[in-house]
């Protein structure tokens, strides 16, 4: 017996439930439908986390609390929304709560004035010693250029790049129309080459 | 030909390839005659191409044993929240207490009643905004302030019973 393109898409569905579904299972009370939501989002979204705040630490906080609000709330997600725009949009808004507390927290400190550079944990990728150092300078380059920006545009610019959701599904997170995605997206670009360049330029 | 600031509103699509042909004709014109925005946008691709390859973050191994004790730990939270928050009501109920108390004690003449029914006081200062006063009888005029308790004892029962009308002169009226 041979099976039909139906058949193997049936039984792939039956494999890989969707976000939507898992969710769903969820809110009926199934646990490992949640074990399997933060397998598949854990990665993700703490690079889009890391990215964001900039510090391994408060990264893995902000995930552990998104999961935590993921857990605790899982009866206001409807299914008029995507899952994942949901999740993102919970993370993200965690991620600006910590870079406002951070900037009343420098406002205040004496070490403001200390300040040492920031060091960027990269993981590893095995790569020869030169090539891995070289990588570890321009993700840290690149890396500060987007912590220079502001908190709207890097959002848009992680959810766009790093990310690689559609600008309708930006504009969902955000909770922007879509036009102003577009020209903030187009902003954040222009700003992080000029952000770039100063860094360069300090570097040299 | 379109702009500087125009062609530069458009990186974005023109970078996504979304721009309509004529549009994108007419910024490929203006990168060919503007070495300056050229640069931005041959230099705007290459670092989103940068941005894209960025190592990705993974989270740490102990990460789903630590998420599920945090969510143990948030299940017994409520009930310490809720009575934290008794506690907390009710320490700021007795402060308000204590406050209107000693409010009440400050700004108004409770207290002070004895000091006017024995007329160290007189009844007219009450509520004036000086409530601890005292009416104070200078030593070496014992005399003088003697006359003034007794001037004031005067005008009390000096009012006559019986009003003579003719003494009464309304406004506008002529003296007989």
């Given at each position: 017996m041979t099976l039909t393109d139906k058949d193997t898409t049936s039984i792939k569905k039956t494999e890989e439930p969707t976000d939507e579904q898992l969710i769903a299972r969820f809110q009926e009370g199934d646990e490992y439908a949640f074990d399997l939501l933060v397998k598949r989002y854990r990665d993700p979204l703490m690079n889009f986390i890391f990215r964001f705040v900039g510090d391994r630490t408060d990264s893995e906080d902000i995930l552990q609390e998104t999961f935590l609000r993921l857990y605790k709330?899982?009866?206001?997600?409807?299914?008029?929304?995507k899952f994942s725009t949901w999740i993102y949009t919970i993370a993200g808004n965690l991620a600006k709560t910590e870079l406002r507390k951070r900037k009343r927290r420098n406002l205040f400190s004496i070490h403001n004035f200390m300040a040492t550079e920031k060091d960027y944990e990269l993981p590893d990728k095995g790569i020869t010693p030169d090539k891995h150092a070289n990588a570890v300078i321009t993700d840290t380059e690149i890396q500060r250029a987007i912590d220079k920006l502001s908190p709207k545009f890097k959002q848009v610019i992680l959810l766009r790049?790093?990310?690689?959701?559609?600008y309708e599904e930006i504009s969902q997170i955000v909770n922007i129309p879509l036009g102003t995605v577009k020209s903030r997206v187009n902003r954040a670009r222009l700003k992080l080459q000029v952000n770039l360049k100063k860094i360069m330029k300090d570097v040299s | 030909m379109i702009s500087c600031d125009k062609t530069k509103a458009l990186l974005t699509d023109y970078l996504d390839g979304t721009l309509e042909p004529n549009l994108k004709k007419e910024v490929d014109q203006h990168l060919d005659s503007d070495p300056e925005c050229n640069k931005i946008f041959t230099e705007s691709a290459a670092l989103q191409r940068q941005i894209k390859n960025l190592q990705v973050l993974t989270a740490s191994t102990d990460f789903d044993i630590n998420l599920r004790n945090k969510i143990i730990q948030s299940n017994t939270l409520p009930d310490r929240q809720y009575s934290l928050n008794k506690k907390g009501l009710s320490l700021a109920f007795s402060g308000t207490v204590l406050m209107a108390a000693l409010y009440m004690f400050i700004f108004?003449?409770?207290?002070?009643q004895t000091a006017v029914d024995e007329g160290i006081?007189?009844?007219?200062?009450?509520?004036?905004?000086?409530?601890?006063h005292k009416l104070q009888i200078p030593a070496d005029q014992p005399k003088q302030a003697g006359l003034e308790k007794e001037n004031v004892a005067d005008s009390l029962s000096r009012v006559p019973e019986v009003i003579d009308d003719s003494k009464i002169h309304l406004a506008g009226e002529e003296q007989k």
């Open positions: 709330n899982k009866h206001y997600y409807k299914e008029i929304a790049d790093i990310q690689g959701f559609s | 108004t003449d409770i207290g002070n006081m007189p009844s007219s200062t009450i509520g004036s905004g000086n409530p601890g």
